[in-house]
């Protein structure tokens, strides 16, 4: 998963701020698409949420001894399980705790609420365009990960370069250049993620289906 | 209800998988064995100090950020889980 692993003051103010406001308004913007939904939608989105958030916060804060150490969050399972509104919401939540427990600082929430906010999207726009495919749900969602957290990756870098870090001498190209072996290092973990994600989801489809209503409206 | 091409799909990921992961391994080679926040930092091209020697954890699985806050935000949002599920 992509997350910027920055301490407070590594982005200027200016940025801090621009960030946290997009981020308010795409979490504004969610919350007001998840209202719209519950008038044809039960209490199931809400327990399918608590349940992904407990899941993804619970997994995010461990560091897995993998090429170092690596975290991975579950973003692409929230996105396909609740859909982009719910997910969106849930990884903004993910983000606060995270920071009130000392990981990540509070400056970033709005820069890595963005990022998992792609890879929330992605995955559920790649699991649902995936449907016509004629695919296993293992394999559609295996590579709705990938596609989410390739794209959380490719929208850190992007974040980090436009922002640039205060009190770093290094160009451009070399930030460019190191970003980008960190985010082949976590496209690793994304294999392990995409291989965990599709056995859940197929898990889940075979019995409880109707938990995937959000991202299975052809079948 | 469509038919599901269970070989395509399998042998779809399969090459996914492997592509990514041995394009992961370049990366890890050519970047070196280091932390999260070392290779971070060493990426985006932060010089900080040595990093301070946390707990080892259990097989290296470690937690990040307080333990205690962890175990309390964690416990708080199962109960508030249990109470949803029960509610509906």
Redesign the interface.
């Known amino acids: 998963m992509a997350h910027?692993?920055?301490e407070d003051g590594?982005f200027s103010l200016q940025w801090v701020s621009i960030w946290w406001i997009l981020s308010l308004i795409l979490v504004c913007l969610c919350m007001y698409w998840m209202r719209k939904m519950k008038n044809n939608n039960?209490?199931?989105v809400?327990?399918i949420a608590?349940?992904c958030?407990?899941a993804s916060?619970?997994i995010f804060?461990?560091?897995?001894?993998l090429?170092?150490?690596?975290?991975m969050n579950l973003t692409p399972l929230i996105g396909i399980l609740g859909g982009p509104a719910v997910g969106g919401i849930i990884v903004f939540i993910v983000n606060i705790?995270?920071a009130?427990?000392?990981?990540g600082g509070w400056g970033l929430i709005g820069a890595n609420t963005l990022v998992n906010i792609t890879e929330v999207s992605v995955a559920y726009f790649t699991y649902r365009g995936l449907a016509?495919a004629?695919?296993?749900s293992?394999?559609?969602a295996?590579?709705a990960t990938?596609a989410g957290l390739m794209l959380g990756n490719i929208t850190m870098i992007v974040i980090?370069l436009v922002s640039g870090?205060q009190?770093?001498?290094?160009s451009i190209t070399?930030?460019l250049y190191?970003?980008?072996?960190?985010?082949?290092?976590?496209?690793?973990?994304?294999?392990i993620e995409?291989?965990l994600t599709?056995y859940l989801i197929s898990y889940i489809q075979k019995v409880r289906p109707d938990m995937l209503q959000e991202a299975e409206p052809l079948? | 209800?469509?038919?599901?091409?269970?070989k395509?799909?399998?042998i779809?990921?399969g090459v996914?998988?492997l592509a990514?992961?041995g394009?992961?391994?370049?990366?890890?080679h050519?970047?070196g064995?280091?932390?999260?926040?070392?290779?971070?930092?060493?990426?985006?091209?932060?010089y900080a100090g040595p990093e301070e020697e946390g707990s080892s954890?259990i097989?290296?699985?470690?937690?990040?950020?307080?333990p205690l806050?962890?175990a309390v935000?964690?416990a708080s949002?199962?109960i508030?889980?249990l109470i949803?599920?029960i509610?509906?």
């Open positions: 910027i692993h920055l590594a039960n209490n199931k809400l327990t608590g349940m958030t407990a916060f619970a804060q461990v560091n897995i001894p090429f170092g150490g690596v975290h705790l995270s009130a427990i000392g990981h016509k004629k695919l296993s293992f394999s559609r295996g590579i990938l980090i870090i009190g770093v001498t290094q070399d930030i190191g970003l980008s072996l960190l985010a082949g290092v976590n496209m690793g973990v994304a294999a995409a291989v599709g079948v | 209800m469509y038919e599901i091409n269970r395509k799909s399998m779809l990921f996914l998988i990514v992961m394009l992961s391994l370049v990366a890890y050519v970047s064995h280091m932390g999260i926040e070392e290779r971070f930092n060493s990426a985006v091209g932060i954890g097989f290296g699985f470690n937690i990040e950020g307080n806050y962890y935000i964690l949002l199962i508030l889980c949803i599920y509610k509906e």
